[in-house]
């Protein structure tokens, strides 16, 4: 015989409201146990990078959002320090610590900006531009400036009227090219700031 | 901890016990977060780091003739590092710094007081935390406190509170203060490791510095607390912003959610029973004929 299931108006009536004045009435159907607030680094991309403010370079795990599937445009939700580093170990100071602020920030930097002699402002620049003026402005002060001879007459074929100074994201192989273009130049002020 | 669900307690057809059971160290009192005031520097990566993995703005800060950030928590600024000018007993003139948040007490004021089920929950682990979706924005918890933590968010009636970063903690990590600070002076373990290192280095200020009444600061008051601090001066621990010498939970707090609860629930169930003895004995009340009322 089969069981008959179908019920009336009434008694689903009757039903609900029976349901209704037992959860008001404490018969709580949740889950008993609170959950603990999801870990928002769970699923994020690991970089590691070095804080660029001081010279002591800390290193920094950036955590971006996304898995870096196709479609996916990354954004970096969290920065904090790398443990593996032998210079903080993952401490940071305070400055270090608010990096994501750095990254994420509607004031960040985007293009090179340049700033004519007398002008008051700023102006965007393309990299291409960037590049150009810069490599003119090295071609003519090292002409300008070369020193084949001291004095003295020895050779010295140095570079009086530029000097470079290097950040402390710099790596070991980007401070090699930096000596070698540098010193080819004949460039003399070479300083970094790991050592100011 | 999240392997503890998946733990073998027992293996079908195994000859002897569990392999590894009991190995596995008791974590005691839960975890426990270290400070040692007397390394501190005041360089308030503590808050930043804090700000920044509880996704709350930077503030303006205000000031207020001292280094502080600001006069006091907020509810979107759970950790502040207290500057207290202070003399010492020499005359030479000192800060002393205290790094304030939840101090995750083993018997929590907040929580006794709170009459939301499950606005404040207390994990296995010490952690204490607020679940806001919970929260009816009463602020009994505010009143419980005897640190003065739970800062009430006017906009959506919730109270916040430092969390301990339980989701940092509740995979493997350590809160994000603990990580950030630069000097070392923030630990973070088991209480038992926590009580042990912070008796060591109590000891060796007693004995190796002129801070001869070095102490820990772990209140007994509220059975001790998740968060403990290393004082220059236990004696004194007001002259670090405040920190109570003894706090306890506020007495009206205990006896209106212990004794006085327990006495009223009694009165309203006796109560009742009175009104159906009476209803027994006396019978429903006859409503008297209505006499006409001549109004002139």
């Given at each position: ?108 930097l985007l293009k090179p900006q340049v700033r004519r002699p007398g002008s008051d402002h700023w102006e965007n620049i393309s990299w291409d531009q960037a590049i150009d003026e810069i490599a003119r402005k090295v071609k003519k002060t090292r002409d300008d400036t070369f ?12 570079c009086?009227g530029i000097a470079w100074s290097g950040g ?9 090219l930096v000596?070698?273009s540098m010193?080819s130049l004949g460039v003399?002020y ?7 | ?296």
């Amino acid at each position: 015989m089969p069981a008959d299931f179908s019920t009336d108006r009434r008694t689903f009536l009757k039903l609900g409201t029976g349901a209704a004045l037992a959860s008001v009435l404490g018969f709580d159907l949740r889950p008993a146990y609170a959950q603990a607030r999801e870990l928002k680094i769970a699923r994020t991309t690991e970089t590691r990078s070095t804080c660029p403010y001081c010279s002591v370079s800390c290193g920094v795990i950036i955590h971006t959002l996304g898995d870096k599937a196709k479609n996916v445009t990354p954004q970096v939700v969290h920065v904090e320090g790398d443990p593996d580093h032998p210079i903080n170990r993952g401490t940071l100071c305070p400055k270090g610590a608010s990096l994501e602020q750095d990254i994420v920030n509607s004031r960040r930097l985007l293009k090179p900006q340049v700033r004519r002699p007398g002008s008051d402002h700023w102006e965007n620049i393309s990299w291409d531009q960037a590049i150009d003026e810069i490599a003119r402005k090295v071609k003519k002060t090292r002409d300008d400036t070369f020193v084949a001879t001291d004095p003295q007459g020895r050779t010295v074929n140095r570079c009086e009227g530029i000097a470079w100074s290097g950040g402390c994201t710099d790596t070991n192989e980007f401070n090699y090219l930096v000596v070698k273009s540098m010193r080819s130049l004949g460039v003399c002020y070479l300083e970094t700031q790991a050592r100011v | 901890m999240p392997t503890a669900a998946l733990e073998i307690k027992a293996i079908s057809a195994h000859p002897g016990p569990v392999p590894g059971k009991g190995a596995k160290r008791n974590e005691g009192d839960g975890v426990c977060k270290l400070i040692d005031v007397t390394t501190c520097i005041g360089c308030k990566a503590c808050e930043v780091a804090c700000l920044e993995w509880n996704g709350y703005p930077f503030h303006e800060t205000k000031f207020d003739n001292t280094y502080q950030t600001m006069p006091d928590l907020q509810w979107n600024y759970y950790n502040l590092i207290r500057f207290n000018e202070h003399e010492f007993a020499d005359g030479s003139f000192g800060l002393l710094m205290r790094k304030d948040q939840c101090m995750h007490c083993a018997d929590p004021g907040c929580l006794r007081a709170c009459p939301a089920d499950g606005a404040i929950v207390q994990y296995s682990n010490g952690i204490v935390d607020f679940q806001q979706e919970y929260c009816i924005g009463c602020q009994y918890c505010v009143s419980g406190c005897p640190f003065n933590i739970p800062k009430f968010n006017s906009m959506t009636k919730k109270v916040h509170k430092c969390t301990l970063c339980s989701d940092r903690v509740a995979v493997g990590l350590e809160p994000a203060c603990i990580k950030s600070c630069p000097t070392g002076c923030l630990h973070f373990g088991t209480k038992d490791d926590m009580k042990a290192l912070a008796e060591t280095r109590a000891a060796q200020l007693r004995e190796q510095t002129a801070h001869t009444n070095a102490g820990v600061y772990d209140p007994p008051g509220v059975g001790g607390t998740q968060v403990m601090y290393v004082l220059h001066d236990i004696r004194n621990p007001e002259a670090y912003g405040g920190l109570p010498a003894n706090p306890t939970i506020p007495l009206m707090v205990r006896l209106w959610k212990g004794p006085v609860k327990w006495l009223g629930g009694l009165a309203i169930s006796l109560g009742l029973v009175g009104v159906v003895a009476h209803f027994l004995r006396f019978g429903p009340k006859e409503a008297h004929p209505i006499e006409e009322v001549h109004r002139p």
